[in-house]
T-cell receptor, first 113, second 114 residues
């Protein structure tokens, strides 16, 4: 079954703690993306990566970090520097050349108190 | 120039009605315009997409109309059903320094009443 998996579905953390969200894909896609979704805000791009060991900041990268050590995996760390981390986080992937179709995972809802 | 403006924010129709969601963009370099459907607590799913060389694309009950000169595109849902109740996002993409980034509208929450 090809697709994108995100774990866990729900995550709770105390303020001041770093937390890492997992994203794995078996679609053999080159590019992977992290979005943040808040009510009424649409999807905002945090980071994206088009190739292993390379990634670029999106529109709201402050307080987040990523790594891309394997093609299949693109974990996102929400650091204590992120001022308002409670949100729904979505991972997506796509081929790079010749198309823009992005396929999304089921999301992780992070609550920081 | 990178924005995509989507309207309305919310929409309520009766079963069988034809909801229409509109999007406008500024960047004339955009060459791909998808629509995504998202149910509560789920990730968005690609519904239908269009490129600027056609003015209309239909897939089942979903139709995209595209007006290149006005820089607008819209989603029509024919014979809408309660199961179509979801949030719909338009998006746009184009050559952006070699990346494949999508720019999303802020979404339209559609409710189809039985």
């Amino acid at each position: 079954d090809g697709g994108i998996t995100q774990s866990p579905k729900y995550l709770f953390r105390k303020e001041g703690q770093n937390v890492t969200l997992s994203c794995e894909q078996n679609l053999n896609h080159d590019a992977m993306y992290w979005y943040r979704q808040d009510p009424g805000q649409g999807l905002r791009l945090i980071y994206y990566s088009q190739i292993v060991n390379d990634f670029q900041k999106g529109d709201i990268a402050e307080g987040y970090s990523v790594s891309r050590e394997k093609k299949e995996s693109f974990p996102l760390t929400v650091t204590s520097a992120q001022k308002n981390p409670t949100a729904f986080y979505l991972c997506a992937s796509s081929i790079v050349k010749g198309g823009h179709e992005q396929y999304f995972g089921p999301g992780t809802r992070l609550t920081v108190t | 120039q990178q924005q995509v403006k989507q309207s309305p924010q919310s929409l309520i129709v009766q079963k069988g009605g034809i909801p229409i969601i509109n999007c406008a963009y500024e960047n004339t370099a955009f060459d791909y315009f998808p629509w995504y459907q998202q149910f509560p607590g789920k990730g968005p799913a690609l519904l239908i997409a269009i490129r600027p060389d056609v003015s209309e694309k239909k897939e089942g009950r979903f139709t995209i109309s595209f007006n290149k000169s006005a820089k607008q595109f819209s989603l029509h849902i024919m014979d809408s059903q309660p199961g179509d109740s979801a949030t719909y996002f338009c998006a746009a993409a184009g050559p952006q320094g070699g990346s494949e980034k999508l720019v999303f509208g802020k979404g339209t929450k559609l409710t189809v009443n039985p």
